[in-house]
């Protein structure tokens, strides 16, 4: 049979490239925006809530489509979906970079999710029809790497943009960047599953609708009250579209969503430990820019540098986990991660607003040292606890409890510090009525204005404001670190104590991982 004229001219190098390019711009989208979101508020002056969804929304939809996407690049063809979802992120992004309104803004962040999702999936694809046995192995290996680069490098280069030519560069430069990567389309071969039978769109459906509802649940409690009717309706909502979700799944008779694999221990424990890793580091890289920006006065190319000292060991030591792994169980090496990450997220609760590099150093470089052990693990994890045949889906569904753990964890802690620090802003905040009331100065605290609440306030009471809205906002940043550090505490042993069984089955990660 005659080789295609598409596969005559494509290039496996080309494709490597490409794929780990595109890929490596996505967790940089997330991470590197977490970095603009003082100066948006500073520039647009806009409340909490939507400032947020500039992250949620792209996470969410990131999540929530994850797995028609796939189904769609099986069905229309990878390199036609990759070429898709590069075009609608250069549009999206690049948009959301033009615009002053903050609901575009926001509507763009979460288009931008979709081709982000289209992306990945159909880049992921690419790679396993493009390459065969060990070159495979190495491919993914650099998939893997290219994504731990986007997700450290991509709050350091956002802080060096926003201060040299502010919040709008960083969404240019990504979309700069995701449109030089359509260059390479010419080079990239197409390919289709000949047994792909179609996208399961009211799975699809009831699993985003599901999760919207429960994000802006989380989001809105603080600004409604947690226990407003608008609140809870979205969380009755949320409660029926996941059991029509779940009933959609079993009637299927190929699911997108094989309900089944979560009645294997292993592959329940894999997929959790995404989810908890995203309360103790995820989080941080979101909320923390904002910490030092707002509350210690850094600048945000500095904040984003100092960011490396937790991004930085995510790109070490994957590579020392895969090492570790021939002589120490991985299940006893994932276990660690997470004590770890939580060990630092208790250590880091000695921040305040004087705090420094020398305060940040020793937290920051445990949790990062943990996020990358398992990292070097996870997902290799994903598809050796099930059976060879199920391991394109298995992947699949790990990836979607991933993204769907961030944008719940990163919604839920947003909604936590911005209750926490309002309660603590009650007793004192009348003392100073031209700053507004507790809700209004706890929104604005944790977007980083503290310095913008001062101006309003007299001048002789403007470091006795700055140091009590410090002081409320950092009290609430260490309860919640207390509590990421006590749900990755609580969550090792039980990660372990799940994989204890037949335990050769994840062992053999160890050649892998390396």
């Known amino acids: 049979m005659s080789t295609p004229v598409s596969a005559r001219r494509a290039s496996p190098a080309i494709t490597l490239v490409a794929v780990c390019v595109a890929c490596g711009l996505l967790p940089a989208s997330l991470t590197g925006t977490s970095i603009a979101l003082p100066a948006i508020s500073a520039d647009l002056g806009v409340s909490l809530v939507s400032l947020q969804w500039i992250v949620n929304a792209y996470n969410l939809t990131f999540a929530s489509v994850m797995l028609a996407s796939g189904a769609l690049a099986d069905l229309l063809g ?61 491919a993914f290996g650099w998939l893997g790497s290219s994504f731990g680069l986007g997700l450290a490098l991509g709050p350091s280069t956002s802080g060096v943009l926003v201060d040299l030519w502010g919040w709008r560069s960083v969404f240019f430069t990504h979309a700069l960047i995701a449109a030089a990567v359509l260059l390479a389309l010419p080079k990239l071969a197409e390919s289709r599953n000949p047994d792909a039978s179609g996208v399961d769109w009211l799975g699809t459906t009831t699993f985003s609708g599901s999760l919207f509802a429960l994000t802006l649940a989380l989001v809105e409690g603080p600004q409604l009250g947690w226990a407003a009717p608008a609140v809870l309706v979205l969380y009755a909502a949320f409660a029926v579209l996941l059991i029509a979700f779940v009933v959609v799944e079993h009637r299927q008779a190929r699911p997108m969503f094989d309900l089944g694999l979560f009645r294997q221990p292993k592959f329940v424990a894999v997929c ?44 070490v030591f994957p590579v020392v986990a895969g090492t570790v792994s021939k002589t120490v169980p991985p299940r006893v090496l994932l276990g660690v991660s997470l004590l770890l990450v939580a060990a630092g997220a208790a250590w880091l609760t000695t921040i305040d607003r004087t705090s420094g590099v020398g305060t940040l150093l020793g937290p920051l470089l445990v949790i990062g040292t943990g996020v990358g052990i398992s990292f070097g693990l996870l997902d290799g994890a994903a598809v050796s606890t099930v059976d060879a045949s199920r391991a394109g889906m298995a992947a699949g569904m790990f990836n979607t409890m991933r993204l769907t753990g961030e944008a719940v964890a990163i919604a839920g802690m947003g909604s936590l510090l911005v209750s926490l620090t309002q309660s603590g802003l009650v007793g004192g905040i009348g003392q ?16 980083g204005g503290i310095a913008d609440l001062a101006a309003a306030v007299p001048a002789g009471r403007r470091e006795a404001f700055t140091e009590f809205v410090s002081g409320s906002y950092t009290s609430a940043f260490h309860t919640v670190l207390w509590l990421l550090a006590a749900v990755c505490a609580l969550g090792a042993p039980a990660i372990a104590w799940m994989l204890r069984e037949r335990t050769s089955t994840v062992d053999e990660l160890a050649p892998a991982a390396s």
Request: proline content about 4%.
């Open 78 to 138: 990878r390199k036609r979906m990759f070429a898709t979802g590069l075009v609608g992120f250069v549009a999206c992004t690049a948009a959301a970079g033009s615009v002053s309104n903050i609901v575009v803004v926001d509507v763009l962040r979460g288009a931008a999710g979709v081709a982000a999702a289209l992306v990945l999936t159909a880049a992921s694809a690419m790679l396993a029809q493009t390459f065969d046995g060990p070159a495979r192995m190495k």
């Open 272 to 315: 959790l430990m995404p989810v908890l890793l995203a309360f103790g580091f995820v989080c941080l890289l979101v909320f923390l820019p904002s910490f030092f920006i707002g509350i210690t006065g850094m600048s945000a190319q500095r904040a984003g540098l100092t960011m490396l000292l937790l991004t930085v060991p995510v790109l």
């Open 432 to 447: 100073y009525p031209a700053a507004g009331d507790a809700g209004a100065v706890a929104d604005k605290a944790a977007q």
